[in-house]
């Protein structure tokens, strides 16, 4: 079964702390792994999508990595208003397009 | 920078009543998504359209759910009875090639 853990559930960094979020998936093949942002009472906001172990991706503080088994988010020097749950989702092929979240982290930053 | 606009943000409906919610997904996006978000609990994937068909449902869809695009703007679900259990965000998702959703704000249903 296609399964999705993110770690860690939540995480309390001081701003200018530097820190990763972790990913681990278990598909039959993957089609695409995503970063979303998500606010309270808001809907996911796209961040990245990494296709193929190896890949990276960079948005202002935060930078997006794959390997076969999983994915790192890296936020670097945080800022108070990088706090959000931060979560990750799988695409798997078999004729779908459905995307399998994780739990996600919850990541405050405090000045 | 273009949106998903859903509505209502809140609403709160009586159990076995039906609800509409309803969702204006990007214009020139061709695939169309619900998923929903129990509190506190991952987001789930409901269905997927495309071409004016479902192109997948998942366990949660059952008889009690429809959907429908309308006319060429609006794509609505539909709960027949609510259930206590139905209580959720909603979330309206439309794509322009299957990767990389853009998601609405969501639809907060609370059945009392």
């Known amino acids: 079964e296609d399964q999705v853990t993110q770690s860690p559930e939540a995480l309390r960094l001081q701003e200018g702390e530097s820190s990763s979020l972790n990913c681990s998936y278990t598909?039959?093949?993957?089609?695409?792994l995503f970063w979303y942002r998500q606010d309270p009472g808001k809907g996911p906001e796209f961040l990245f999508t990494l296709y193929s172990a190896g890949e990276e991706k960079e948005k202002e503080r935060l930078k997006a990595t794959l390997t076969k088994k999983e994915s790192f988010l890296h936020i670097t020097a945080p800022k108070p208003e990088d706090s959000a749950t931060y979560l990750c989702?799988?695409?798997?092929?078999?004729?779908?397009?459905?995307?399998?979240f994780g739990t996600g982290t919850r990541l405050q930053v405090f000045p | 920078e273009p949106e998903v606009t859903q509505t209502p943000s809140h609403q709160v409906t009586q159990m076995g009543q039906e609800v509409i919610l309803r969702c204006v997904p990007i214009s020139n996006h061709l695939y169309f998504y619900w998923y929903r978000q129990i509190l506190g609990q991952k987001v789930e994937f409901l269905v997927s359209f495309y071409n004016n068909e479902i192109s997948e449902k998942s366990e949660i869809f059952d008889d009690q759910f429809s959907v429908e695009r309308p006319d060429g703007s609006n794509f609505t679900l539909k709960i027949r009875s609510t259930k206590l259990e139905d209580s959720a965000m909603y979330f309206c998702?439309?794509?322009?090639?299957?990767?990389?959703?853009?998601f609405g704000s969501g639809t907060r249903l609370t059945v009392v």
């Open positions: 989702a799988v695409q798997a092929p078999r004729n779908t397009d459905k995307l399998i």
């Open positions: 598909v039959s093949g993957l089609r695409g």
């Open positions: 998702a439309s794509s322009v090639d299957s990767y990389g959703y853009t």
